[in-house]
């Protein structure tokens, strides 16, 4: 059983477009998170949110947009993507304040 | 703030060889560490972690670590190499305000 997916897998689409992340976790974690992980391998966070309440929200572009429907999913939703947009964002979770499990990320890549 | 370094961007060792892999931190309080190994195109996984008590960690695949205070570091050790250890390393740290901060990694090379 997979314990954070994440959907899709990859992503490839053009500079201007509208694109989602979908993330769900599975081991009744309180909390998730999305990173984003860029070409030199620098891991920074993003966005958390506690239970459906944002509790982190980074100095991140407000084209960024995280949605949690429930405590066991969070999407991300970017708008009118740039070529510094491409990236491998990462969603994980976590029994807060203990360590997040990751799970497997989407590759973006914007043209 | 609390911050993370790992100062060495790349490492190598012979299949077989002990390694050890540096981590220094600051933070301003006792902190929670971290170890997650990133293979490559796959996500992170936790290798080990401290959060109090015994200052040698164990951790899966044969990782260990220790955390000394006085020196700020947790460096993350393996008596013998495989070559499926060559991955990316990340020593973490945290919480501070729910924030667990990433070193900048470890890319670890094994020669046959």
């Known amino acids: 059983d997979t314990a954070v997916s994440q959907t899709p897998k990859y992503l490839v689409t053009q500079m201007g477009n509208d694109k989602s992340i979908k993330c769900e976790q599975n081991l009744g974690h309180d909390t998730m998170y999305w990173y984003k992980q860029d070409s030199k391998k620098f891991l920074k966070i993003m966005f958390s949110?506690?239970?459906?309440?944002?509790?982190i929200n980074e100095t991140v572009p407000n084209r960024f947009s995280p949605k949690s429907p429930d405590k066991a999913h969070l999407n991300l939703h970017i708008n009118s993507l740039e070529l510094g947009d491409s990236a491998v964002y990462f969603c994980?979770?976590?029994?807060?304040?203990?360590?997040?499990?990751f799970g497997p990320g989407t590759r973006l890549t914007v043209t | 703030a609390q911050s993370v370094t790992q100062p060495d961007i790349h490492i190598t060792v012979s299949e077989g060889a002990s390694l050890e892999l540096r981590c220094n931190y600051s933070y301003g309080a006792t902190p929670y560490l971290f170890w997650y190994v990133q293979s490559p195109g796959q996500g992170l996984q936790l290798l080990l972690k401290y959060f109090s008590g015994d200052t040698l960690v164990q951790g899966i695949k044969g990782f260990e670590a220790e955390f000394k205070r006085s020196q700020s570091s947790f460096n993350l050790r393996k008596p013998s190499v495989h070559w499926s250890d060559a991955a990316e390393y990340f020593c973490a740290v945290g919480p501070r305000d729910d924030k667990i901060i990433f070193g900048k990694g470890t890319r670890l090379h094994i020669l046959p």
């Open positions: 949110y506690n239970n459906k309440e944002l509790i």
């Open positions: 994980a979770s976590s029994q807060r304040p203990r360590e997040p499990y």
